[in-house]
């Protein structure tokens, strides 16, 4: 079975634009997590996505929204980048309601410069 | 506010020894546990469980103890190989928010031949 992909692998924007991140889950999986990770800040949580509805939020600004479709594949996207958007973006995906394994992507590289 | 921490940032062992790593919790709320191993470029794989039901999960070389009262999680590594050196991160989920994992720093291991 294939495991968690992510698009692109690796991204450079400039402040003030926007960006998209792809995520295609396990097949079979339903629930899709997005997490930021930073060397100061560690893992934060973005959001989560069940049956194409949005189950959790973390505390980021509205800049920062997502989608799951009908196929459970994801995006986020990020809107008028600042330079502090520069992280490793993972994405995770489980079987469904009150599954606790996450199974991650390699993650997308975003360098904001 | 951390909720999950992993107070030691590098631990280094001899392979065949025993390798254990530590994470300590302060919510109450979470009632999973879960550790990832990350090597890099790449996303974290899940490792190993325990439900706060219990208070030891095995499966092979890979042992997680539980201690709820001191809001302590141990990971056991016995014995250790030069591939378990790896970054490895504890997680903590509650039920009502399973697809929400709080991550701790991590704490790199490496395993000397």
């Known amino acids: 079975k294939a495991g968690v992909t992510q698009t692109p692998r690796y991204l450079i924007k400039t402040r003030g634009q926007q960006v998209t991140l792809s995520c295609s889950p396990i097949s079979g999986h339903r629930s899709v997590s997005w997490y930021q990770q930073t060397p100061g800040q560690g893992f934060q949580f973005l959001f989560e996505y069940f049956s194409e509805t949005q189950r959790n939020k973390g505390n980021f600004p509205g800049r920062f929204s997502g989608r799951q479709f009908s196929n459970s594949r994801s995006e986020m996207n990020v809107s008028t980048l600042e330079l502090g958007d520069s992280a490793l973006y993972l994405c995770?995906?489980?079987f469904g309601r009150g599954d606790y394994e996450q199974y991650f992507g390699p993650g997308t590289r975003l360098t904001v410069t | 506010d951390q909720q999950v921490k992993q107070n030691s940032p590098s631990l280094s062992v001899q392979e065949g020894r025993i390798s254990i790593l530590n994470c300590d919790y302060t919510?109450?709320?979470?009632?999973?546990f879960l550790w990832y191993k990350k090597y890099p470029a790449e996303g974290p794989t899940f490792l190993i469980s325990?439900?706060?039901?219990?208070d030891k999960n095995e499966d092979g070389r890979f042992t997680v103890f539980l201690n709820k009262s001191a809001k302590h999680l141990s990971l056991h590594i016995v014995p250790s190989q030069p591939g378990d050196s790896a970054v490895y991160f504890c997680a903590a989920s509650a039920y009502v928010n399973a697809g929400k994992s709080t991550f701790g720093d991590g704490t790199t291991l490496t395993v000397k031949p």
């Open positions: 919510n109450s709320m979470f009632d999973y």
């Open positions: 325990i439900s706060s039901i219990k």
């Open positions: 995770a995906s489980s």
